[in-house]
């Protein structure tokens, strides 16, 4: 195997490659946010708009799936900062024991996702404003709502896919040895990813769920 | 080389928080505070995300290139939602044109 202390070809030293890495996954967040930052804007030009339309979806939704949601995205996203202390202190099992805890709790997490899509499912409430929930209550900020609920979490949806799977290579550096000192900021760089999806999501909860 | 690292017991309080925050976010959102929920419910969410940026990933030790990255997508993110909302707010209802029956030029047109 490599000798993990020897940097890549085009790297001076290990500093510099993780400085590199770190700078990129940087600017890739920093995209990310802006893309849901689209939506956030969205969401708030049209509950200016319509406020008592977005509060009355908000009153509909799923409250407690998506609360009990948001506790499990930050205690994974705990677990997973508390993997990076492990890995940094070579505690090669430990680590890999909190990513699997980790990719464990996000499975949940879309295991609860979909059960919330299968209720509004079955009240009618499709994306588009399609379903026979809009024909009972004919509020014109209604389907911008829910079809702005279906769009963000599901995106989200999509990043908690991603991660999960970024998360697993992960795992699988850890077991293997490849993610070790001096090189955890390997799985530095697919935590803030992680992160990233929590924050998110830290932000999604009181919007469609709360006020 | 030996990077700094934000310590084991920073990291478990701020878990700590993070939970504390949840939970007082899900009970204040059954108290009716009428325009303020949604206002108090943001200042929550903020405040977890700055725990997460912060401590989680390590901001406070990072360099100044990946700060500034992240600070340029929340200075953006800032300006795009207070310009959208903005827009909203002041959009006055009938714009520049005035009532076409009291409007001398407004008679021929269809």
């Known amino acids: 195997m490599r000798d993990l202390a020897l940097p890549a070809g085009h790297f001076e030293d290990l500093a510099q490659q993780r400085h590199a890495a770190k700078l990129g996954i940087g600017v890739f967040l920093a995209s990310e946010a802006l893309l849901f930052a689209g939506l956030f804007a969205l969401f708030a030009a049209y509950q200016t708009e319509y406020p008592d339309a977005f509060h009355e979806g908000?009153?509909?939704?799923?409250?407690?799936?998506?609360?009990?949601?948001?506790?499990?995205?930050?205690?994974s996203s705990t677990l997973v900062a508390l993997s990076v202390h492990a890995a940094r202190l070579a505690r090669r099992r430990n680590a890999a024991v909190l990513l699997a805890l980790t990719i464990a709790l996000g499975l949940t997490?879309?295991?609860i996702k979909l059960v919330e899509y299968g209720t509004h499912f079955r009240e009618g409430i499709f994306p588009g404003g399609a379903g026979s929930f809009f024909t009972d209550h004919a509020d014109a900020g209604l389907p911008l709502f829910w079809t702005l609920y279906y769009v963000v979490t599901g995106?989200?949806?999509?990043h908690v896919t991603v991660g999960l799977t970024v998360l697993g290579f992960m795992l699988a550096g850890v077991l293997r040895g490849s993610i070790a000192p001096p090189v955890t900021y390997?799985?530095?760089?697919?935590?803030?990813?992680?992160?990233?999806?929590?924050?998110?999501?830290i932000f999604v909860w009181p919007l469609?769920?709360?006020? | 080389m030996k990077a700094r690292t934000v310590s084991l017991r920073t990291t478990l309080v701020t878990g700590a928080l993070l939970f504390v925050l949840w939970a007082t976010s899900w009970s204040v959102s059954y108290v009716s505070l009428g325009p303020w929920s949604l206002a108090v419910a943001l200042g929550i969410?903020?405040?977890?995300?700055?725990?997460?940026?912060?401590?989680?990933?390590?901001l406070v030790l990072e360099g100044a290139a990946f700060?500034?990255?992240?600070?340029?997508a929340v200075t953006l993110i800032a300006i795009l939602i207070a310009l959208m909302v903005g827009d909203v707010v002041t959009r006055a209802a009938p714009p520049l044109l005035p009532p076409r029956a009291t409007h001398p030029l407004a008679q021929g047109a269809s």
């Open chain 1, 208 to 211: 469609f769920y709360l006020a």
């Open chain 1, 58 to 75: 908000v009153l509909h939704n799923t409250k407690v799936l998506g609360s009990v949601n948001t506790g499990i995205l930050l205690l």
């Open chain 2, 45 to 58: 969410a903020a405040l977890k995300a700055a725990l997460v940026a912060l401590f989680f990933m390590e």
């Open chain 2, 67 to 72: 700060n500034f990255a992240i600070a340029a």
């Open chain 1, 155 to 158: 995106l989200h949806a999509v």
């Open chain 1, 186 to 201: 390997k799985l530095e760089i697919g935590a803030l990813y992680w992160h990233l999806v929590d924050v998110i999501w």
């Open chain 1, 109 to 111: 997490f879309l295991t």
